[in-house]
């Protein structure tokens, strides 16, 4: 069942779901962009509009709050590519970073935005745009696609993550990190590019043998004590220097965006779908259809996991999946309510 999807229709019409994070078990934030496809008159051959011109809206849903009061939402112009995620030091509270590092949170008596990290051509640290950021209890990271982790220190205050790792010209557009995840702070992985699996202990990076050139997606330190490389459509499974890969029981058509643990079991998703690793072999998810269209992003926290994509979202607690909302239900009410949608205050 939808939950307050009647609040929710003028607030998330003509935007698409490009990220979540889970704050708690009762309170989840997803991401969205404005879908310009879905813009009045718009023809098909009309040239797609600049990163930066797109708004974006970080959505709050609190379970434990009345029908009435369950969502909340803030409108965010003048972000290029943005991801989300919680922030835990100096204070709790999420976070939208965009591609530049620029930051907004919601941020008391301010506009709640912070001036983005200087890039390497203004004297600065930043080598290529963010393509991913995560939180590890009060540290908020970020990988660039120049080969770098970031640390956020507070407010507009990044810090690389042991010394620059060399990118020469000719390797510069086949190297970045695409994703990255940790045992501890002194045990990182970092991948990306073709076939590159970077580690960090805490001091110097080390690049690490890996049997495949593919385009690396997505990464995931186990629980098990494994590290999962999603190479393409194929997962591995290794550490350091030794990897093996596994069987993949699915035509799996675009990379994998997403690796989770959850209920003992590793969880991988991207637009078209979602998996499970069963013993050495990534097999469809059992979920119900209504779930699996949500496919897109994956988080897990509090013992929750949340699925949200362009589809809609969905959360999987207690071993039972409940649907948030399906993008559909949106768009028909788009359709034919344009004059009701929400729009910011000038």
Known sequence: MSISIDTLRPRMAGFNIIDCDIKDKETFYILAREDYTQRHGRRELDDAPPEGRLPKRIFVLRLNNAAEKRWGHMHLTGLDTSFCAMSYAPDEKIVVVDSTTKVWSQTPSSDGFERPALTKGEGGLLGGPITRVKSFGSELLACSAYRQVLRRNGPSQWELLGDPIHVSDNDFRDCGFADFDQFSPSDLYAVGGSGEVWNFNGVVWRRCKFPSNWGISAVMCAPDGYVYVAAGSVLYRGAGDKWERLKTQDNITLPIRDLVWHESQLWATNDYGVWTLNDRTLIPADVPSGVKVCSGNLAV??????????????????????????????????????????????
């Open 301 to 346: 926290r509090d013992g929750v996991m949340l699925l949200a994509g362009y589809g809609g979202a969905a959360y999987k607690r207690d071993g039972n999946w409940a649907v948030i909302f399906h993008d559909s239900e949106v768009r028909e009410w788009f359709e034919s309510n344009r004059e009701k949608v929400w729009t910011p205050p000038k």
